[in-house]
């Protein structure tokens, strides 16, 4: 059994690279296919398929039965000879595998060939829209290629069109959210968003282990009701974001101009590093490509989850400022959802809630990039933590498979949906319930009973002695057993 594809290459030109999904082998054997949990797959084919040994009879086997690595592609580019390249696209100009190579080198190395245009054949996709998320592509004469990519050379996110995206999709989460919005009054509707706001905003603060003032709550508040009028994909919208969010001594007036990284500190000279954003020197021109990306990716066509994956996720990896990243990165799917219109008007939901509720899920569609790429980077630390890094990382930055984050992603929005917007909205009818049934016992003021309420959930459903003697001595031991029963019923009764 011998390597074929991606994983052929790499090894024979000893590429620093993230392996690609699906690795190809030759066996002497019958054809098979493992699928792993983590949707690695290893695909063995007979010695028929078996391609030259050499380079471009490799990338061509690659292509097609491989896939569109972008990241791995630009590494083979880069180590390629122009004249082999060329030589390989003269051998056949008009296949459709040449073709797409003969653009992507182009693109990817910005350096043009010694070939002329085509002047005559069918136009071919440079993605499979079955295969992958694409964009209706436009035109380019030179290869007659139809360039359906997500973003351009700056920056060039892929997402595959998995098993479980696929689903997802099918199950049309925006539907569900308004069929369930349906079975409740518009009031109910509009004093759970008000206590949805809030807890979307404590739960983004507290997943970076954040205590906000109540300013800063109030603030970030603000910004998510704002989330679905304005575009804040863009560099100053950005930066004001930042600055509105942050400390104001931590505000950036650019992105930074630092080295950055994401780490915890072991010892007291000892600091585990667990992600590196990209160097600031190639920060401008990959924020440049993700805000095109974002234009490209208004299109209706692209759903906007997938949309705010690519932008949220891929935000977040480019760490363009000091402070604030993670905030912005959640704030972004918001917006997007929002704007895209997979939100319903008027309606918040809270991702990171369910983020900070799943924090294993969380931080492993986080990790399934910063891992891959980190023994990839040659960086030291000074003793005063500063950062510098010593390789060229930009295209780990610049062609990111992001399939796995638009999974998660999927996934968050679902149990927001299904789990935290029911269960506020059951909480609300069932407080309702709650409270009309109380004054049925004793008719006290609404905040009086508020209290009473909050005071029963935090003592397991029951008034306890010391809260009775400091705030309700003036209700009789019937009252008080007859307003805790009234509490008991309603959480027998509640649905779930």
Known sequence: MKTAGYAKIIQQQKLAVIPNWHESYITTGQASRIEAPNGQVREFYPAAYDPDDELTAQLEFALKYDGVNLLILSKIFAAMPRETIAAYILSKPTGKYARRIWYLYEMMTESRLPIDDLTQGNYVDLLDPDDYYTLPGKAVQRQRVRDNLLGDARFCPTIRRTQKITQFEQSDLAARCRQIMKDYPLELLKRALSYLYTKESKSSF?????????????????????????????????????NQIVDERFRDHDYRANQNYVGESVSLHNERVHFVSPKPKDLAGLMAGMIAAHERLNDESLHPVIHAAVIAYGFVFMHPFED???????????????????????????????????????????EAFSKPIMPLIDYALDDQGRMTVANDT??????????????????????????????????????????????????????MIDLFIRCCFQNHGKLSQRKREDLFKMLSDQEVAGMEDAIRQAQESDPQ
């Open 206 to 242: 507290e997943i970076e282990h954040i205590k906000p003032t109540a300013t800063r709550t109030e603030r970030f508040v603000s910004l998510l009701q704002s989330a679905e009028k304005e575009d804040f994909f863009h560099k100053t919208a950005l930066i004001e974001l930042q």
């Open 324 to 366: 604030g990243n993670g905030r912005i990165h959640r704030f972004l799917i918001h917006n997007i959802l929002s704007r895209r219109g997979f939100t319903p008007a008027g309606i918040m939901f809270p991702v990171s809630a369910v983020m900070l509720k799943k924090m294993d899920e969380y931080d492993a569609s986080l």
């Open 394 to 447: 930009r295209d780990f930055y610049r062609f990111i498979d992001l399939t796995t984050q638009a999974e998660a992603l999927f996934a968050f929005i679902r149990e927001t949906i299904e789990v935290e917007l029911v269960e506020e909205l059951r909480f609300l009818v069932n407080y309702d319930k709650t409270k009309r049934a109380i004054q049925e016992v004793v008719d006290m003021p609404d905040r």
